[in-house]
């Protein structure tokens, strides 16, 4: 109830809206609604009011005419100000898209250097000028994947994002993934159990960005439980389909914020205040692969119990 109070507040904030969109308060959609609203109102009065005072229809078709066009002028205002909304959110995208790849080859250098400082030259390097060296190398990945998020993002949103078709044995995935996060879970102390009940699971699918999904599942669980925590991941069959569920007992998500949680760059309360690390990019990205490979993704939470988020892909 108080979530659809607060959204018909919303559909009326139009300095909000106009804040959201980049586009001036009379240019919104809702300002034009109800401009149209009270139009329509003020012509259909008017044109009563006409009638019961002029009986010549020349008089009724003048009006009547008068109407249609103020509604076709407003009519392209609305459109107007949708092109330029649209126009703004490609204009957006393809900014991201552009930055996003011309960082990536100074960032990828930048992390090969650092290794290569680290794994050839690191015998001329005191304990705090390695240390250091390290915080770089950490801090350059970070940037990387942040730069690779925010690609993918734009490639999503341009309908780009292209997917190849590998024949892909998920248990095997998920055994990588989960031991490319073993280091990341012994460090935040929580246990990471995957379990695989067949020899294989195959599916037809993107390698690479099915394990880009589950990596930000896997990684959330772990980021989101509190030391001493489990984290699951458990591999079943239903039907044609596979079925992977990734299970935390950590922080879970305040039940007012779920409907969000797919939103890009939307982050819960309770994440923003316990974990400064995220981008709110990490889900979106993980439902649009998992979409565009044919599944679904979903998830149950439950705050300061813990999540359950499920995903479905169709078995090959
Ligand atoms: P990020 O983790 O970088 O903030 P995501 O898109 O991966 O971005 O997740 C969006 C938000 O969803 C997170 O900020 C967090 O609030 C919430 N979230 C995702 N996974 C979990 C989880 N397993 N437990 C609790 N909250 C979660």
């Not at 507040?9 to 959609?29: C, H, M, S, Y």
């Amino acid at each position: 109830m108080e979530q659809i109070k607060r959204r018909i507040i919303d559909e009326f904030n139009l300095r909000k809206q106009a804040d959201d969109l980049g586009v001036k308060v009379w240019q919104t959609p809702s300002f034009m609604f109800i401009v149209m609203g009270l139009v329509i109102v003020a012509a259909m009065t008017g044109v009563d009011i006409i009638s019961q005072y002029y009986d010549s229809p020349n008089v009724l078709i003048v009006s009547e005419t008068l109407v249609v066009s103020i509604l076709f002028i407003i009519g392209y205002f609305v459109i107007h100000s949708i092109e330029s909304v649209a126009q703004a959110n490609k204009m957006k995208s393809e900014f991201v898209a552009i930055a996003s790849h011309q960082l990536k080859t100074p960032i990828a250098e930048m992390n090969w250097q650092t290794e290569l400082l680290l794994s050839k030259f690191h015998e001329g390097l005191s304990e705090k000028q390695a240390e250091i060296v390290h915080e770089i190398v950490h801090s350059s990945s970070k940037m990387a994947r942040l730069v690779n998020d925010l690609l993918d993002v734009a490639r999503i949103d341009q309908g780009q994002l292209a997917l190849t078709k590998d024949r892909v044995d998920m248990c095997t995935l998920v055994k990588d993934v989960v031991d490319s996060e073993m280091a990341f879970a012994k460090t935040a102390g929580v246990q990471v159990r995957n379990t695989c009940p067949a020899a294989s699971f195959e599916v037809i699918g993107d390698r690479r960005r099915l394990s880009v999904a589950l990596d930000n599942l896997i990684s959330n669980a772990i980021k989101y439980t509190e030391k001493g925590g489990i984290v699951e991941v458990i591999l079943e069959a239903n039907g044609q389909e596979l079925q992977i569920c990734v299970r935390d007992n950590g922080v879970g998500i305040p039940r007012s914020e779920q409907v969000r949680i797919f939103q890009k760059f939307f982050r819960s309360n309770n994440s923003v205040k316990n974990k400064t690390d995220g981008t709110g990019l990490g889900l979106y990205i993980a439902k649009n692969i998992v979409e565009q490979s044919g599944g679904k993704l979903w998830f149950q939470s439950i705050e300061h119990a813990g999540s359950e988020f499920y995903f479905t892909l169709p078995l090959a």
